[in-house]
């Protein structure tokens, strides 16, 4: 019972474009967002948070919206850099301690 | 600041044995999560530590088991294994609602 899905396998990106990865959870008790990045041989890199009282999060590059009504959330990167080619995970909790629910993962290449 | 170290970072067994991973936090972090990442199937939580308690558990079966130390260390240990087993455990420590992941433990199940 996948409750978290990132229904798009890959997403090719030319390089100073905006890419966007999306995130759809079922249940509405989530209240915390997370999006990780991950390089192959590593591990998850924390990138960008969202708490269900915000719609949005701003970090540099990076920007993650929350539409809470259609549990779904994005995330943009702009411009797109090649080195932004990675997997890229988002995270759900409901407020329960640090059990969070991945997606399966948006493989993003990023072309010069 | 050192990061969440695990070992080993490669494992292989056979059918029916049993495994010991092991994980570091980063230093002053008392919560320790374990995840296994398989393809296709993404991050799966397995179970969280937070002062030497177990705070939390995914859906797995008994025969993963973990352990927090006193000194914040965690064990995860696998029993009897399956060749479903064959995946990356990932152990991280946490801080302000923010999990931070060692490399993992590849675990290959022949």
């Known amino acids: 019972d996948q409750q978290v899905k990132q229904n798009s396998p890959s997403l090719s990106v030319q390089e100073g474009r905006i890419s966007i990865l999306n995130c759809d959870y079922t249940?509405?008790?989530?209240?915390?967002f997370l999006w990780y990045k991950k390089y192959p041989a590593e591990g998850p890199t924390f990138l960008i948070s969202?708490?269900?009282?915000?719609d949005k999060n701003e970090d540099g590059r990076f920007t993650v919206f929350l539409n809470k009504s259609a549990k779904h959330l994005s995330l943009h990167i702009v411009p797109s850099q090649p080195g932004d080619s990675a997997v890229y995970f988002c995270?759900?909790?409901?407020?329960?301690?640090?059990?969070?629910?991945f997606g399966t993962g948006t493989s993003l290449t990023v072309i010069p | 600041k050192a990061g969440v170290t695990q070992t080993p970072r490669y494992l292989i067994k056979t059918r029916g044995q049993q495994v010991t991973l092991s994980c570091s936090p980063i230093?002053?972090?008392?919560?320790v999560s374990w995840y296994q990442q398989t393809p296709g199937q993404g991050l799966q939580f397995l179970f969280e530590?937070?002062?030497?308690?177990?705070?939390n558990k995914g859906n797995f079966p008994g025969r993963f088991s973990g352990r927090q130390f006193s000194n914040s260390r965690s064990e995860m240990n696998v029993s009897t294994l399956e060749l479903g087993d064959s995946a990356l455990y990932l152990c991280?420590?946490?801080?302000?609602?923010?999990?931070?992941f060692g490399s993992g433990t590849q675990l290959s199940v022949l």
């Open positions: 991280a420590s946490s801080r302000d609602e923010k999990l931070f």
């Open positions: 249940n509405s008790m989530f209240d915390y």
């Open positions: 969202i708490s269900s009282i915000k």
């Open positions: 995270a759900a909790s409901a407020n329960t301690g640090n059990q969070f629910y």
């Open positions: 230093s002053g972090h008392r919560s």
């Open positions: 530590y937070f002062s030497e308690t177990q705070r």
